[in-house]
């Protein structure tokens, strides 16, 4: 599997909280680990739809509680 490919077709999480929700709605990584040079755990998802719409919404309540409307 080449570079693109696996950038086409999955995502590394490196946060904690943002992996955590998006399993809260329902969707399993594929594998916990760490990464070699830094030591950061990461997860790894495939990209679906439902992967990004999870994602997305994680990015939006993390923008409104900056901005104090959570």
Request: glycine share 2%; proline share 0%.
């Amino acid at each position: 599997m080449n570079e693109k490919s696996i950038r086409d077709n999955y995502r590394f999480v490196y946060e904690i909280q943002k992996a955590k929700y998006i399993r809260s709605q329902g969707i399993e990584f594929i594998t916990k680990a760490k990464h070699a040079k830094t030591d950061s755990v990461f997860f790894l998802f495939e990209y679906t739809e439902e992967f990004q719409r999870a994602s997305d919404e994680w990015d939006l309540i993390k923008i409104q509680e900056r901005m104090g409307q959570r």
